[in-house]
Nanobody
């Protein structure tokens, strides 16, 4: 079992930055692949970014490449999503998730946080 708690969401103007954090606890939390998903109102959940348990390799959805960076600190059992050059279309609830399988397979994530709201104003 892995428990996940996200933080760092908020309201930001377009072009601004936010850093999301996800603290993991539980047995062998640092050995899980970690990912960030998001869901905007009326839309399906999207697989945004992911990172293997060792910190490399990583995955980024095309729409966030060059703007978002996922990283992790296994000593702190924390994964981060640095979001720069934010756009109104990035507005969503962002969820942290953990996978005991392949980091690039969104269907293999089976532990989820409660989500944190990110709102980007134009």
């Amino acid at each position: 079992q892995v428990q996940l708690v996200e933080s760092g969401g908020g309201l930001v103007q377009a072009g601004g930055s936010l850093r999301l954090s996800c603290a993991a606890s539980g047995r062998s939390a640092s050995t899980y692949a970690m990912g960030w998903f998001r869901q905007a109102p009326g839309k399906e959940r999207e697989f945004v970014a992911a990172i293997a348990w060792s910190g490399s390799p990583t995955y980024n959805q095309d729409s966030v490449k060059g703007r978002f960076t996922i990283s992790r600190d296994n000593a702190k059992n924390t994964v981060y999503l640095q979001m720069n050059s934010l756009k109104p279309e990035d507005t969503a609830v962002y969820y942290c998730a953990a996978s005991g399988g392949r980091y690039y397979r969104p269907d293999e994530y089976n532990y989820w946080g409660q989500g944190t709201q990110v709102t980007v104003s134009s």
